[in-house]
Antibody, heavy 121, light 110 residues
Framework: EVQLVESGGGLVQPGGSLRLSCAAS????????MSWVRQAPGKGLEWVAN????????YYVDSVKGRFTISRDNAKNSLYLQMNSLRAEDTAVYYC??????????????WGQGTLVTVSS | QSVLTQPPSASVTPGQRVTISCSGS????????VNWYQQIPGTAPKLLIY???ERPSGVPDRFSGSKSGTSASLAISGLQSEDEADYYC???????????FGGGTKLTVL
């Protein structure tokens, strides 16, 4: 079964740090770009970051550039998101997702169940 | 403010057909296909339509997608109570090297 399982969410104070993890199974992790997508409470979906298969290419939404770092460990079939200098507006459920592509199309499938990050004092 | 524009809500009665629209710009819709995701409240999003009109395995043929120029639409026929969910359109944006999403349409089955 193809599965993504996130962990590492929790309550953190503004300015603090948190590291999210996503464990992948049931597919060839090393063959795919991976992404993080977040959803603030009661709001829509927002793409956060992408990473290519070997980790040499990384892209971020402007609002997290310089604060968040996406990485992966292909030996462990795992994706990470290091979040520093957290702000209240980073409060959201964070989903990891597998990027599927057939040029020029790209879509997310599957998604993990999400992990909640709350930034509050 | 979302990059792609969707109506915030729609409501239909069981058995009816609904169409949800999504509009974008040339930087995202210009050459890139549209995807649709379904999110049942309290759960993770799920891929519904990819590459404008392709259905993943397991998605009923009641769901269909189309795209023309900078507009796209999701049609759901024979609506059932289980279709009550939020629906998001998305397309890759070449300037971001990532996707942009619509704001979502909350579908209520009366």
């Amino acid at each position: 079964e193809v599965q993504l399982v996130e962990s590492g969410g929790g309550l953190v104070q503004p300015g603090g740090s948190l590291r999210l993890s996503c464990a992948a199974s049931g597919f060839t992790f090393i063959s795919h770009w991976m992404s993080w997508v977040r959803q603030a409470p009661g709001k829509g979906l927002e793409w956060v970051a992408n990473i290519n298969q070997d980790g040499s290419e990384k892209y971020y939404v402007d609002s997290v550039k310089g604060r968040f770092t996406i990485s992966r460990d292909n030996a462990k079939n795992s994706l990470y998101l290091q979040m520093n200098s957290l702000r209240a507006e980073d409060t959201a459920v964070y989903y990891c997702a597998t990027v599927r592509t057939v040029t020029p199309s790209a879509w997310f499938d599957p998604w993990g169940q999400g992990t909640l990050v709350t930034v509050s004092s | 403010q979302s990059v792609l524009t969707q109506p915030p809500s729609a409501s239909v009665t069981p058995g009816q057909r609904v169409t949800i629209s999504c509009s974008g710009s040339r930087s995202n819709f210009g050459r890139n296909p549209v995807n649709w995701y379904q999110q049942i409240p309290g759960t993770a999003p799920k891929l519904l339509i990819y590459s404008n009109n392709e259905r993943p395995s397991g998605v009923p043929d009641r769901f269909s997608g189309s795209k023309s120029g900078t507009s796209a639409s999701l049609a759901i026929s024979g609506l059932q109570s289980e279709d009550e969910a939020d629906y998001y359109c998305a397309a890759w944006d070449d300037s971001l090297n990532g996707p942009v999403f619509g704001g979502g349409t909350k579908l209520t089955v009366l």
